[in-house]
């Protein structure tokens, strides 16, 4: 414990240093970067031991009511630490490149002080056993994000996108400060929660409360607004981590309430399934790059949500292994999202870089020119997709695995409802890594591009592996979640585990041998063409010699198919002029497909709010002595009030 507040305590005097050197912006730079990269690097140690069997606790007294300064690491904080230290201190590391050119010569000071703040902030979420401490910890991390999402406000669409952060996620903290006052209307103590007679209510109340934060459909509307308007590498934390704070929330809540009944599970699995379908489909329709991965994110929490909702039909039918495997797949999938769209936010950040462009349709070509950053896309894009031997084939397989060996209509929404986010999910990465790598340029400004310098290089460089050997070890590893999956399932899950390990090790078997037969062909190739003199021709060119950028489909025209079949969920807008006559002139034609969930719900209740508040700046009328006369008339209301 004392190392964790070490971490906290450097995080926060680094932040504070950062935002004190406005004259030097490199030294702003430096300190940010360097404190926020030690302080997770000092908190992956109690993190780690806390995941094998090294639990902690610290508490004190604190002079807030019903608040009580009680930190601790069990296994399910320390399964969550692991990611955030993680992955935030490659972020760090990635932002001292990224910052080190800040547009308009804005200090970097600013974002690091807030960067560090969001780090502290969910490090004490998932650490906290008080209501209010959680509370208080949450409302750092969301207020931290915001002022992080909302760097660039001098653009509209980034105002925009913090003002509709801001009202969703503090729409979700009403719901948590409901959930936590009917949970203890004696100590807020998360010790003293327990099975409580009205815990359908509560469980409602958690889903639209956490769910706000992890993206679930309809509530992900902040989602695709917030990653392409922050910079690249605070994405890479939002959606790596962050979101996941919405997912350990739920599970935390989950060890309170009980034994689960069977439309919990149904609701997760059907909120899951359509949640994740229509995510996907999205997906296909974007053209911003980091819109594309925003969408995908919200597929992902709703795999996770899957493979919970199969676990809790397991604990209500009293079938262990069903439940085991569900909630073991749902965690496998929280570090299998964190590593791989940590990486994927990371590489569109070089694109973005190197380009000053995210549009797929102005992209491409970029393999030559990027080969680190388009070789770790690639590999963060087959590990979402769940292609193996990547972690995403495991998780997505266990979840699988748990719901073939349950009848009913559950585990057959479950099962359909996965069989169409990875089709999907696997058509979307292929266009989003052949628009940008693929092909020839588009555009004058993609044909100069090259990967980026060291410290943007390097996180890359390290994630794209890890999420390798996550996936080629994941039989050894996967009876080391035993203490997490029996905190949340709160049955003994070790020998399931490990039985369900045989199957793995056979993909994973089965992966080694034809990576090692392609190498070896490789190597005989080479081998046999050593000393030789090689002739390289043209084989197909599809009639084309040389062919051009407007010969070759765009990200969009590829994705047509599909968007088109799926036309009614989707609602594109079209517009343009197709050509006209035997000899046509200019052309254009162009597609745009906003949330529909966001224009037909949320957007007329954001206006709703905000006429709401414009009404209430008549009160601000700037008039002195009416204030005066206000705040008078107030107190002697009061007074009348308190003597009756």
Known sequence: MTLLLAALGLLVAGGAASLLCRRSHRAANLIGAGSAAAACALGLVPAVTGLVGGGARLESAWSVPGGSLALAIDPLSAFFLVPLFGLCGLAAVYGAGYLSRAPGGRSPGPPWFYFSWLVAGMVVVVTARNAVLF??????????SYFLVTRDDEREDVREAGWTYLVATHFGNACLIALFALLGPRSLDFADFGPASHAGLLFVLALIGFGTKAGFMPLHVWLPEAHPAAPSHVSAVMSGVMIKMGIYGLLRTLTWLGPPPL???????GAGAASGVVAVMFALAQR???RVLAYSSVENTSIIALGLGVGLVGLHDGTPGVAILGIAGALLHVWTHALGKGLLFLGAGAVLHATGTRDLDRLGGLSRAMPLTSATFLVGAAAIAGLPPLSGFFSEFLILYGAVQHAGLHSLAAMVGLALMS?????????AFGGVFLGVARDDGVRGAHDPGAAMRAPMAILAPALLVLGLATPVLLPALTPVVEQVGGLPARRVLEAATAPLAVVVLGSVILIALVALIAGLRRLLLAGRTVGAAVTWDCGYAHPAPRMQYTASSFAQPLTDLFGPVLRARRTGDAPRG???????????TPDVVREAAWRPLFDLVSGALHAMHRLQHGRLHLYVISIALTLVVLLLWRLS
Do not use: C, H, N, Y
């Open 135 to 144: 509370l208080v910890a949450w409302e750092v991390m969301s207020l931290a």
């Open 263 to 269: 439309w919990w599970g149904g609701l997760l699995i």
């Open 288 to 290: 911003d790059l980091k």
């Open 423 to 431: 089709g999907l999910a696997a058509a979307a990465f292929v266009r």
């Open 582 to 592: 035997l000899f046509p002139e200019a052309a254009a034609f162009a597609t745009r």
